[in-house]
């Protein structure tokens, strides 16, 4: 159940197809983290060793000129 709401079952228990599909939740998780994580250094590269403005520029209640 959901919020108490009873679901219906889409599909039967099948142990094969909950290995596959617990992969590809891994695999879309650490992908999702790995990208997070180069945009977050990406960010620190421009603000720290180019010291250019994108980190700045990307900062909420900032306006854009």
């Not at 060793?49 to 900062?59: F, K, P």
């Amino acid at each position: 159940s959901l919020l108490g709401i009873a679901l219906p079952l889409l599909v039967g228990a099948d142990s094969d197809l909950a290995d596959q599909l617990d992969l590809y939740h891994s695999v879309a998780s650490w992908t999702l983290l790995a990208t997070a994580a180069a945009h977050i250094g990406a960010a620190l590269f421009h603000h720290f060793v180019r010291h250019d403005s994108v980190l700045t520029s990307m900062m909420l209640g900032r306006r854009q000129r």
